[in-house]
């Protein structure tokens, strides 16, 4: 079946010390998106990739940045990661952008924990 | 600014109906989803809107009324597994998602 993965599913890492979040995708979408939810709050976009053209959100902290080095795989790097860091990361893919019908389908989020 | 507002919390019974609203004001419009999200889960594609009226996928209903910037998700038939979070979300002129907080359904049996 076509998906989204993510890896890992948790995460627990120490203040200060970087830690990355990878996504995969086999739907072949040209577009990839990484958001941070916190518990019972909207997801907040923080950037997203369509093709290689990056997009970043003009409130996304410098201490995030993403990678994708090809169509399949995206990754998000948190340089320095805080406690207030520890949310739930979401991958999502869409076939295009710019198209009011296009729908993002999620991976199964990575749970960060700062200690 | 934009703004979407849903009800925090529902509560409803299973093998009933629930209404769980959402209201709006984005700059443009370009359709409006609904997605429910498990808890610790992501979220999974509901339904689109972009044209007044209702969509009816099963147990599962989705009405808009872009006049009144405004839209409702119908859950029938209630089950156990329904309890979750339901997230609209509105397309803007720029086709960004602009997400609501969400609401959180409990199912009692």
């Known amino acids: 079946d076509a998906m989204v993965i993510q890896n890992p599913r948790y995460q627990v890492t120490q203040f200060g010390k970087p830690v990355t979040l990878s996504c995969s995708q086999t739907?072949?979408?040209?577009?990839m998106y990484w958001y941070q939810q916190k518990s019972s709050q909207a997801p907040k976009l923080l950037f997203h990739y369509y093709d290689k053209d990056f997009n970043n959100e003009a409130d996304t902290p410098d201490n995030f940045q993403s990678r994708r080095p090809n169509t399949s795989f995206c990754f998000l790097d948190i340089r320095s990661p805080g406690l207030g860091d520890a949310a739930m990361y979401l991958c999502?893919?869409?076939?295009?952008?710019?198209?009011?019908?296009?729908?993002?389908?999620f991976g199964p989020g990575t749970r960060l924990t700062v200690l | 600014g934009q703004n979407i507002d849903q009800p925090t919390e529902m509560t409803a019974t299973e093998g009933a109906i629930v209404q769980i609203n959402c209201t709006y004001q984005?700059?443009?419009?370009?359709?409006l989803f609904w997605y429910q999200q498990h808890a610790g889960e992501a979220p999974t594609f509901l339904s689109y809107n972009v044209l007044d009226g209702l969509e009816e996928k099963g147990r599962f209903s989705s009405f808009l009324s872009r006049s009144k910037g405004y839209s409702y998700l119908l859950l029938k038939e209630l089950q156990m597994k329904d309890s979750a979070s339901y997230l609209c979300?509105?397309?803007?002129?720029?086709?960004?998602?602009?997400w609501g907080a969400g609401t959180k359904l409990i199912i009692k049996p």
């Open positions: 999502a893919t869409s076939r295009v952008r710019g198209q009011g019908s296009d729908t993002q389908y």
């Open positions: 984005t700059s443009g419009f370009n359709g």
């Open positions: 979300a509105v397309m803007d002129s720029n086709y960004q998602l602009i």
């Open positions: 739907l072949n979408h040209n577009v």
